[in-house]
Protein backbone atom coordinates (compact mmCIF):
# COMPACT_ATOMS: atom_id res chain seq x y z
CA UNK A 1 0.00 0.00 0.00
CA UNK A 2 1.46 3.28 -1.10
CA UNK A 3 2.28 5.88 2.08
CA UNK A 4 3.22 9.57 1.80
CA UNK A 5 5.01 11.12 4.51
CA UNK A 6 6.01 14.60 4.58
CA UNK A 7 8.65 16.25 6.68
CA UNK A 8 8.20 18.78 8.84
CA UNK A 9 5.47 18.75 9.90
CA UNK A 10 5.16 22.70 10.11
CA UNK A 11 8.33 25.05 9.43
CA UNK A 12 8.19 28.94 10.22
CA UNK A 13 11.27 31.17 8.47
CA UNK A 14 11.95 34.66 8.06
CA UNK A 15 10.94 36.03 5.14
CA UNK A 16 13.46 35.71 2.20
CA UNK A 17 15.09 32.74 3.23
CA UNK A 18 15.67 29.45 1.08
CA UNK A 19 13.51 26.56 2.12
CA UNK A 20 12.88 22.93 1.09
CA UNK A 21 9.98 20.41 1.85
CA UNK A 22 10.41 16.89 1.83
CA UNK A 23 7.87 14.26 0.56
CA UNK A 24 8.59 10.82 0.40
CA UNK A 25 6.90 7.70 -0.77
CA UNK A 26 6.80 3.80 -0.55
CA UNK A 27 6.29 2.65 -3.71
CA UNK A 28 8.35 3.68 -6.88
CA UNK A 29 6.05 2.42 -9.34
CA UNK A 30 4.30 5.77 -9.59
CA UNK A 31 2.37 7.70 -12.63
CA UNK A 32 3.45 11.07 -11.72
CA UNK A 33 3.83 13.46 -8.27
CA UNK A 34 2.39 16.60 -7.83
CA UNK A 35 2.62 19.93 -5.38
CA UNK A 36 -0.33 21.37 -4.18
CA UNK A 37 -0.46 24.78 -1.81
CA UNK A 38 -3.78 24.88 0.39
CA UNK A 39 -4.60 27.81 2.23
CA UNK A 40 -6.96 27.43 5.79
CA UNK A 41 -10.27 26.13 4.34
CA UNK A 42 -9.72 26.38 0.89
CA UNK A 43 -8.89 24.06 -2.04
CA UNK A 44 -6.08 23.01 -3.70
CA UNK A 45 -3.89 24.68 -6.30
CA UNK A 46 -1.80 22.39 -7.85
CA UNK A 47 1.94 23.91 -8.45
CA UNK A 48 3.70 21.57 -10.21
CA UNK A 49 3.56 18.14 -11.36
CA UNK A 50 6.55 16.24 -12.22
CA UNK A 51 5.62 13.01 -14.68
CA UNK A 52 7.74 9.51 -13.71
CA UNK A 53 10.06 10.35 -16.37
CA UNK A 54 11.52 13.64 -15.29
CA UNK A 55 13.56 14.83 -12.70
CA UNK A 56 12.30 17.71 -11.82
CA UNK A 57 9.65 21.01 -12.70
CA UNK A 58 9.93 24.62 -12.18
CA UNK A 59 7.85 27.56 -12.09
CA UNK A 60 8.41 30.84 -11.16
CA UNK A 61 10.48 30.44 -7.50
CA UNK A 62 9.49 26.93 -6.94
CA UNK A 63 11.46 24.20 -7.85
CA UNK A 64 10.35 20.11 -7.89
CA UNK A 65 12.17 17.19 -7.92
CA UNK A 66 11.65 13.72 -8.30
CA UNK A 67 13.61 10.63 -7.14
CA UNK A 68 11.66 8.19 -8.48
CA UNK A 69 14.35 5.25 -6.89
CA UNK A 70 14.69 6.42 -3.65
CA UNK A 71 11.25 7.40 -3.39
CA UNK A 72 11.64 11.45 -3.11
CA UNK A 73 10.37 15.12 -3.63
CA UNK A 74 11.68 18.12 -2.86
CA UNK A 75 9.81 20.94 -2.89
CA UNK A 76 11.90 24.13 -2.89
CA UNK A 77 11.14 27.79 -2.48
CA UNK A 78 13.69 30.57 -2.89
CA UNK A 79 13.37 33.67 -1.62
CA UNK A 80 10.13 33.15 0.52
CA UNK A 81 7.48 35.67 1.09
CA UNK A 82 4.46 35.76 3.70
CA UNK A 83 2.12 35.66 0.83
CA UNK A 84 4.02 31.74 0.84
CA UNK A 85 2.36 30.60 3.95
CA UNK A 86 0.26 27.52 4.10
CA UNK A 87 -0.28 24.47 3.67
CA UNK A 88 1.74 21.87 0.72
CA UNK A 89 0.59 18.76 0.19
CA UNK A 90 2.39 16.08 -1.94
CA UNK A 91 0.47 13.47 -3.83
CA UNK A 92 1.83 10.67 -5.95
CA UNK A 93 -0.09 8.83 -8.84
CA UNK A 94 0.38 5.05 -8.45
CA UNK A 95 -0.76 3.55 -11.64
CA UNK A 96 -4.38 2.99 -12.01
CA UNK A 97 -5.46 4.57 -8.41
CA UNK A 98 -6.35 7.81 -7.36
CA UNK A 99 -4.12 10.03 -6.11
CA UNK A 100 -2.21 9.62 -2.62
CA UNK A 101 -1.79 12.63 -0.54
CA UNK A 102 0.96 13.28 2.44
CA UNK A 103 -0.19 14.81 5.39
CA UNK A 104 1.06 18.35 4.63
CA UNK A 105 3.80 21.05 5.82
CA UNK A 106 2.54 23.65 7.40
CA UNK A 107 4.70 26.74 6.14
CA UNK A 108 4.59 30.25 7.84
CA UNK A 109 6.73 33.12 6.50
CA UNK A 110 7.39 35.75 8.89
CA UNK A 111 7.84 39.26 7.16
CA UNK B 1 -12.05 28.02 -19.84
CA UNK B 2 -14.09 27.23 -16.66
CA UNK B 3 -12.18 26.07 -13.34
CA UNK B 4 -13.85 23.35 -11.23
CA UNK B 5 -16.81 24.49 -9.12
CA UNK B 6 -18.66 23.52 -5.74
CA UNK B 7 -22.06 23.88 -3.83
CA UNK B 8 -22.85 24.73 -1.48
CA UNK B 9 -19.76 26.28 -0.03
CA UNK B 10 -19.99 25.68 3.60
CA UNK B 11 -23.02 23.41 5.35
CA UNK B 12 -24.37 22.49 8.83
CA UNK B 13 -26.46 19.06 9.31
CA UNK B 14 -27.56 17.13 12.01
CA UNK B 15 -26.47 13.49 12.88
CA UNK B 16 -28.69 11.05 10.91
CA UNK B 17 -29.91 13.55 8.12
CA UNK B 18 -29.17 13.32 4.49
CA UNK B 19 -26.51 15.86 2.43
CA UNK B 20 -25.90 16.41 -1.38
CA UNK B 21 -22.48 18.11 -2.66
CA UNK B 22 -22.58 19.59 -6.11
CA UNK B 23 -19.57 19.88 -8.17
CA UNK B 24 -19.01 20.91 -12.18
CA UNK B 25 -16.10 19.49 -13.91
CA UNK B 26 -13.62 22.06 -15.73
CA UNK B 27 -14.54 22.65 -19.27
CA UNK B 28 -13.59 19.22 -21.32
CA UNK B 29 -12.98 16.70 -18.46
CA UNK B 30 -15.22 13.52 -18.21
CA UNK B 31 -13.64 12.96 -14.88
CA UNK B 32 -14.63 13.74 -11.26
CA UNK B 33 -13.36 12.55 -8.17
CA UNK B 34 -14.70 13.18 -4.79
CA UNK B 35 -12.18 13.42 -1.68
CA UNK B 36 -12.94 13.91 2.11
CA UNK B 37 -10.45 15.89 3.81
CA UNK B 38 -10.57 15.91 7.60
CA UNK B 39 -8.77 18.70 9.76
CA UNK B 40 -4.52 17.96 9.82
CA UNK B 41 -5.12 15.12 7.54
CA UNK B 42 -4.12 14.81 3.31
CA UNK B 43 -7.46 14.58 1.43
CA UNK B 44 -8.70 10.63 1.15
CA UNK B 45 -9.76 9.21 -2.06
CA UNK B 46 -14.19 8.67 -1.48
CA UNK B 47 -15.06 7.48 -5.10
CA UNK B 48 -14.16 8.49 -8.74
CA UNK B 49 -16.57 8.74 -11.66
CA UNK B 50 -15.69 8.21 -15.83
CA UNK B 51 -18.47 8.94 -18.24
CA UNK B 52 -21.67 8.81 -16.09
CA UNK B 53 -19.47 5.51 -13.87
CA UNK B 54 -17.94 4.84 -11.02
CA UNK B 55 -15.07 3.32 -11.68
CA UNK B 56 -12.97 3.40 -8.54
CA UNK B 57 -13.62 3.49 -4.78
CA UNK B 58 -11.79 4.12 -1.41
CA UNK B 59 -12.53 2.47 1.92
CA UNK B 60 -15.75 4.35 2.61
CA UNK B 61 -19.03 2.43 3.68
CA UNK B 62 -21.90 2.55 1.07
CA UNK B 63 -23.94 5.68 2.35
CA UNK B 64 -21.50 7.39 0.36
CA UNK B 65 -23.02 7.32 -3.16
CA UNK B 66 -22.73 10.40 -5.86
CA UNK B 67 -23.63 10.24 -9.71
CA UNK B 68 -22.38 12.08 -12.44
CA UNK B 69 -24.55 13.60 -15.30
CA UNK B 70 -24.45 13.59 -19.32
CA UNK B 71 -22.76 17.20 -18.94
CA UNK B 72 -20.11 15.78 -16.60
CA UNK B 73 -21.20 17.41 -13.45
CA UNK B 74 -21.19 15.50 -10.15
CA UNK B 75 -22.93 15.08 -7.14
CA UNK B 76 -21.84 13.09 -3.77
CA UNK B 77 -24.26 12.05 -1.32
CA UNK B 78 -23.84 10.84 2.13
CA UNK B 79 -26.73 9.31 4.21
CA UNK B 80 -27.24 9.03 7.55
CA UNK B 81 -24.98 11.42 8.59
CA UNK B 82 -22.51 10.90 11.50
CA UNK B 83 -20.58 13.37 13.62
CA UNK B 84 -16.72 11.86 11.76
CA UNK B 85 -18.54 12.83 8.48
CA UNK B 86 -17.40 16.71 9.13
CA UNK B 87 -14.58 17.39 7.04
CA UNK B 88 -13.69 19.86 3.69
CA UNK B 89 -14.98 17.57 0.71
CA UNK B 90 -12.67 18.18 -2.47
CA UNK B 91 -14.07 17.92 -6.31
CA UNK B 92 -11.39 16.87 -8.47
CA UNK B 93 -11.50 16.82 -12.30
CA UNK B 94 -9.75 15.79 -15.40
CA UNK B 95 -9.57 13.34 -18.36
CA UNK B 96 -9.18 9.99 -18.62
CA UNK B 97 -10.57 7.69 -15.79
CA UNK B 98 -7.70 6.32 -13.16
CA UNK B 99 -5.57 5.38 -16.11
CA UNK B 100 -2.86 7.61 -17.48
CA UNK B 101 -1.64 9.76 -15.01
CA UNK B 102 -3.83 12.54 -16.25
CA UNK B 103 -3.59 15.76 -13.88
CA UNK B 104 -6.39 16.56 -11.74
CA UNK B 105 -7.79 19.96 -11.06
CA UNK B 106 -9.51 20.96 -7.83
CA UNK B 107 -12.57 22.62 -6.53
CA UNK B 108 -12.81 25.50 -3.85
CA UNK B 109 -14.43 22.49 -1.57
CA UNK B 110 -17.40 22.02 0.70
CA UNK B 111 -16.95 22.35 4.41
CA UNK B 112 -19.34 19.81 6.05
CA UNK B 113 -19.90 20.44 9.86
CA UNK B 114 -22.30 17.14 11.52
CA UNK B 115 -23.47 18.25 14.86
Known amino acids: KQEVTQIPAALSVPEGENLVLNCSFT??????LQWFRQDPGKGLTSLLLIQSSQREQTSGRLNASLDKSSGRSTLYIAASQPGDSATYLCAVRPGNTPLVFGKGTRLSVIA | ETGVTQSPTHLIKTRGQQVTLRCSSQSGHNTVSWYQQALGQGPQFIFQYYREEENGRGNFPPRFSGLQFPNYSSELNVNALELDDSALYLC??????????????FGPGTRLTVT
Open chain 1, 27 to 32: DSAIYN
Open chain 2, 92 to 105: ASSLGGLGGGYEQY
